[in-house]
């Protein structure tokens, strides 16, 4: 069996249907439904158990059978204040995960994140080394969660601590795509904007507050879920290792831009206004991310990245602009 947490949400859910779809239908779901609606995320979904997330430590005493866990799980919002919950659930969840896996020998893939670089000053390569990591700064909550994961690995595996043979932080940049819809406010561009494209009126992206970049001009490494689906399921099939590796395509592109794709995939002329940046954001707010992919390309993975005008098309024809939206 597999266990996939978080496996309700955008990443997870998209990798459960990926192993449902190579014939694997023994996987067992950990996360909260919530009254969101991300149940229809595994509406078409085959799983042979489900296990509320604050259950899993004691559903896995004793456990045997246990194929891999994909640890996709997280409060994964960037604007979250609360220290102790973010403690909870990314932090002391995941180290009772690593834990397990390690007494067990059980292969653990996790998430980490793009937000572990912070400003990116110290630039965006996947450095397993405690001393690389230990130069990041993440600008928010969350980002500094998954760092100290990354960190928490990087000390055993120096140090001879405890860690199974396969043990892979994925650090995510922008990943955009179906099964995002319960998102809110941490949805991509083109699936809040979507509606507003479509009926071909303006839409609002933030002003930069940084001489040299425009309006608009702020980048990200976008990256489709297709694509990262393909990444996580490499590194499962892959060799055993401990290591932290960059999920993005090494191209970064602006948010104008990815609108523009927007407008395009809906087939209407391009209309954008920009807005101040709320204050919140101002200090803690990434300009441009990159992933550097040299790490991931050495360690075998060969396949090509979708561009953002070709996922962007894609999402919006084969689910955005659909009845059924869901994979």
Same mark, same amino acid.
């Given at each position: ?14 990798i ?5 779809? *190579?014939?694997? &239908? ?10 969101? !609606?991300?149940? +229809?995320? @595994? /509406?078409?979904?085959a ?15 004793g ?12 409060n994964?919002?960037t604007k979250v ?15 009772s ?11 653990l ?27 990041l *700064?993440?600008l &928010? ?10 960190l !928490?690995?990087? +000390?055993? @595996? /120096?140090s001879g601590?405890?860690l ?13 795509g ?17 509606e507003t ?29 297709d ?6 399921l ?9 290591d ?15 609108t ?14 920009y ?45 955005l602009?659909?009845e059924d939206?869901?994979?």
């Amino acid at each position: 069996m597999i266990i996939v947490t978080g496996a309700a949400g955008f990443i997870g859910s998209n990798i459960v249907a990926a192993l449902n779809e *190579r014939g694997i &239908n023994d996987v067992v779901l950990c996360d909260w439904l919530l009254s969101d !609606l991300r149940w +229809q995320n @595994l /509406r078409k979904r085959a799983f042979t158990d489900f296990v509320f997330p604050e259950d899993l430590p004691r559903w896995l005493e004793g456990r045997s059978g246990v194929e891999a866990i994909i640890h996709m799980g997280a409060n994964s919002s960037t604007k979250v204040r609360d220290g102790d919950e973010i403690m909870r659930k990314n932090f002391l969840f995941t180290l009772s995960l690593i834990d397990w896996c390690a007494k067990t020998n059980v292969p653990l893939i996790y998430a980490s994140s793009a937000a572990t670089y912070g400003d990116g000053e110290s630039g965006f390569v996947d450095d397993i080394s405690f001393d690389a990591l230990r130069k990041l *700064r993440p600008l &928010n909550l969350y980002g500094w969660s998954k760092h100290q994961i990354d960190l !928490l690995v990087a +000390q055993r @595996l /120096r140090s001879g601590g405890a860690l199974p043979q396969k043990c892979i932080g994925l650090k995510f940049f922008n990943v955009y795509g179906q099964n995002e819809y319960h998102k809110g406010d941490m949805a991509s561009v083109v699936c809040k904007m979507f509606e507003t494209a479509r009926r071909g009126e303006t839409i609002s992206l933030f002003e930069s507050c940084r001489e040299g970049v425009p309006h608009g001009g702020q980048r990200r490494d976008f990256i489709y879920v297709d694509d990262v689906v393909s990444m996580v399921l490499w590194c499962l099939d892959a060799m055993a290792t401990v290591d932290v590796f960059n999920i993005g395509t090494g191209e970064a592109r602006s948010f104008a831009e990815m609108t523009q794709a927007l407008f395009a995939a809906v087939g209407k002329e391009p209309a954008i206004q920009y807005t101040p940046m709320p204050e919140l954001l101002r200090d803690r707010y990434q300009y441009f991310t990159q992933a550097s992919m040299a790490r991931f390309r050495a360690a075998g993975y060969a396949a090509s990245f979708t561009s953002l005008e070709q996922g962007v098309m894609h999402y919006v024809r084969n689910y955005l602009s659909r009845e059924d939206r869901y994979r």
